[in-house]
């Protein structure tokens, strides 16, 4: 037991990195790590200055789940609502988010790192729904994630057997996005992060909500939810300076900044 903080935070050039820190528990998350969580995504969620974010452990494992061994005096109801909490503000999040998963992630760790827009792996991590294995069904939003990255069939079979797959079974599913050797992970995350952060933020977080919202609209639907992020998008300073970068055969500055002023109205077709 030390007495560091049960979640590191550290900022590099746009990009928060958020570090479970219970390795003796292989990153089991308690009440204390929860509330933790919940209090650093609110606080990204509303720092300009974050334009993307990192999740991973510390000790060499991503986390073992929720930690079932701790002294936990509450009714379950209210540590649902911790955990329901966190797995809400780390999907809504407006901006790209990145698990780097070394070693395991079951139970709810697994589905916090499934919660993140995109994974990368090491060969030796381990992913499981372990719940079953405990007598409990899966949450942190497992039953919501799952049939729809998967599929209902491999999604029952993941939750209904709680069975241990490795990262390229993982990858094969579409549950990692990347496979990178131990010793390559911690640069390629920090160059893909850079990478998220450098985009322009409005856009990406119109995509992402775009993205998350579309299973349940109707195509009709979903272009006029199209049509309005566009409307908020051109309201940014990132088009002209996407379209002027362009010509200018350089890379864009974005900065997410919204115009001053509106354009200036076309009266060319009004009559005098």
Known sequence: ???????????????????????????????ELWTALRHALDQAARDPAVRALVLTGAGGAFSSGADIRADDTRDPL???????????????????TVAKVTGVAVGAGWNLALGCDLVVATPGARFSQIFARRALSPDCGGTWLLPKLVGLQVAKRLALLAETIDAEEARSLQLVTWVVPDE??????????????????????QTKALLHESPGRTLREALAAEARAQAVNFATTDVPEAYAAFAE???????????RQPPPEDTSCVKQ
């Open 78 to 96: 209210t540590k649902m609502r911790d955990l329901n909490d966190v797995t809400l503000l780390l999907h809504e999040l407006p901006l790209p």
């Open 184 to 205: 390559r992970i911690d640069e390629y995350v920090t160059d893909l992060a850079a990478r998220l952060a450098a985009g322009p933020p409005v856009a990406l977080a």
């Open 1 to 31: 037991m030390t007495d560091e903080p049960v979640l590191l935070i550290s900022d590099t050039r746009h990009v928060r990195t958020l570090t479970l820190n219970r390795p003796h528990r292989r990153n089991a998350i308690d009440a």
């Open 249 to 259: 055969k350089r890379e864009p500055h974005f900065t997410g900044s919204r115009h």
